[in-house]
């Protein structure tokens, strides 16, 4: 190759790079059928998720009030349900006894083991829940009447606030005897209230 060669190859190089990038340019303009093909996909795929969307939280609702709700509701229960023979419980001294209960739950029932403090003054009985109205720890008796280990509450034989922070006496439980058997309609109540509320 001579030096003309050279030199017009030189001059003509420029000319060809200049050529391919303007049509490497023009061929990555898009049509106007192109965009609305890509305006369409954006669409759909937005449509999509928010369909998505919308099927997951209906389902997450649904789920969360069969599954979840149920169980954060409170059970009232209104059965009457055996507690023990009348002669079982002694005189002036309190007496807890175990009841087992039939409870709603939302998605079935079940049966659960409840405790309850039984006093006897002749042909006068009381009955409570062993449930302290403070924040739901479980009541035991002592020699003053009734306490609660976890926050210092006390009450009389009789069920009267004595002391601490529960905000009102110990819950007393509708009760009869029939045939010498003592039934109790087992309830549960609001904590923390000064009234004494049934839970629904």
């Known amino acids: 190759m001579n030096r003309k060669a050279v ?117 006068q009985l009381a009955v409570f829940t062993s449930v302290c109205p403070h924040l739901g720890c479980t009541i035991n008796a002592n020699s003053n009447g009734f306490a609660c280990a976890c926050h210092n509450s006390a009450w009389s034989r009789d069920g009267e606030h004595s002391g601490g922070p529960a905000p009102r006496g110990m819950d007393r439980l509708e009760h009869k005897v029939e045939d010498g058997i003592l039934k109790v309609k087992y309830q549960t109540f609001r904590q923390g209230l000064a009234e004494k509320v049934i839970t629904s």
């Open 7 to 123: 030199h017009v190859a030189s001059e003509i190089a420029p000319f060809h790079v200049g050529e391919e990038f303007k049509w490497q340019s023009e061929s990555e303009k898009k049509s106007p059928e192109q965009i609305v093909s890509n305006g369409r996909r954006s669409l759909l795929a937005m449509l999509s998720g928010l369909i998505g969307v919308g099927i997951t939280s209906f389902l997450g609702v649904t789920l969360g009030r069969y599954s979840i709700a149920p169980a954060l509701a409170a059970v009232n229960v209104s059965d009457w349900v055996d507690v023990g023979t009348l002669d079982a419980i002694p005189e002036d001294k309190p007496k807890n006894l175990k009841v087992l209960v039939s409870q709603n739950a939302g998605w079935g029932n079940f049966t659960s083991g409840q405790s309850v403090w039984v006093t006897r003054k002749g042909e």
